[in-house]
C-alpha cells in the first residue's frame, strides 16, 4: 500500500476573548507561511478566536455566529485561499434559537464544507450549549491527491458521555473504528488539573487511553495505523488553566510524533506519513 502524508500546522492559541486582537496577532504569526509550504490543513481549538468559559447564556451572544458566516469564517476562509489548505477552527454558533460549542471546516478554496458540534459537553458548556447530534468524518484530499479519512472530535467529546463509566463504550474511537477513520482531528480547550507541572505526558497517556478500541493490545489484533492530531487551548480564564500540549501521536504502533510545551501560544509544523 503507498503511503500517505499529512502535512499540518497547528496552532495553539491562548484564551482571551479580544477576537479582533487575536485575529490579528494569528495572522501575523502564519503570515511567513506560503502555498509553496504545501500544507494540507491549519488547525485552531475550540472556541479559537474567543474566550471558553461563559457564566451565563446571554454573555455568549455577542460572539456567536451562523455557520459559513461572520468573522470565523471570514477568518479561515482567507488563510485557506491564501495558502490552498483547509482550515478548521472552533467557534460558539447560533442555529435558530439553539446554541452549539462547533468547529467549522472549510476547503482549500475557502468555502465550508463541514460544521462539526461538540457532542459530550462539559459543565461550561451547559450554561450555553446544546448536544450535537452525532459525531463526523471526513475525506481530505491531500496535496498528492491521495483521501485520507479523519474523524473529528471536540474536547469532551473523548470523554464517556456525561463522564458516567458505567455506560462507557469509548463512542468517539468506536466511531473512527466503524467508519474505517485513519485519524482524529481533535479540537480542545482541555483543563489543565496540574498547575505545578510542565509534564504534558499524563494528559497525552489519558488521550491515547481513551482510543482504547483502536490499538492493537494482544497478538492477533487487526486495527490500523492511527494518528491523533490535536490542537488545544492554552492560557487561563477566571474559572480555570488551560492544558496546551498540542500534539500528535500514532498507534499501532505508538509513537509520539510532535508536541508543544503547556504554557505558551506557539504553532506547530508537521508532515505526518500514515
Known sequence: MQAKNFKVLIGQIENNYDMDAN???????????????????????????VGYYYKQAKDI????????????????RQIAQRLNTYVICGYP?????????????????????????????????????SEGNEFQYYDFTNTKNQKIRFGFGICMDINAYEFIQET???????????N????????????????????VTPIHDYWYWRLYPLVNRKKGDQNKSFVFICSD?????????????????????????????KRNESYLVCDVQL
Open 168 to 178: 462507557d463504550n469509548f463512542a468517539l474511537a468506536l466511531f473512527c473504528k466503524q
Open 23 to 49: 485575529i490579528k496577532r494569528i495572522n501575523i504569526s502564519i503570515q511567513k507561511y506560503t502555498k509553496a509550504d504545501n500544507l494540507d490543513l491549519i488547525m485552531f481549538p475550540e472556541t479559537a478566536l
Open 93 to 129: 454558533e447560533k442555529d435558530g434559537d439553539k446554541k452549539y460549542n462547533s468547529g467549522i471546516l472549510v476547503d482549500r478554496n475557502g468555502q465550508p464544507i463541514l460544521n462539526i458540534r461538540k457532542k459530550h459537553l462539559y459543565e461550561t458548556d451547559k450554561s450555553w450549549a
Open 61 to 76: 451572544e455577542p460572539y456567536l455566529e451562523e455557520y459559513g458566516k461572520g468573522k470565523t469564517y471570514e477568518f479561515c
Open 180 to 199: 474505517n477513520c485513519e485519524g482524529l482531528i481533535f479540537i480542545s480547550a482541555w483543563t489543565d488539573n496540574e498547575l505545578d507541572s510542565d509534564q
Open 233 to 261: 487551548k492554552c492560557g487561563k480564564d477566571e474559572k480555570c488553566t488551560y492544558f496546551g500540549g498540542s500534539c500528535i501521536f500514532k498507534i499501532n504502533p505508538n509513537k509520539m510524533v510532535a508536541t508543544l510545551n
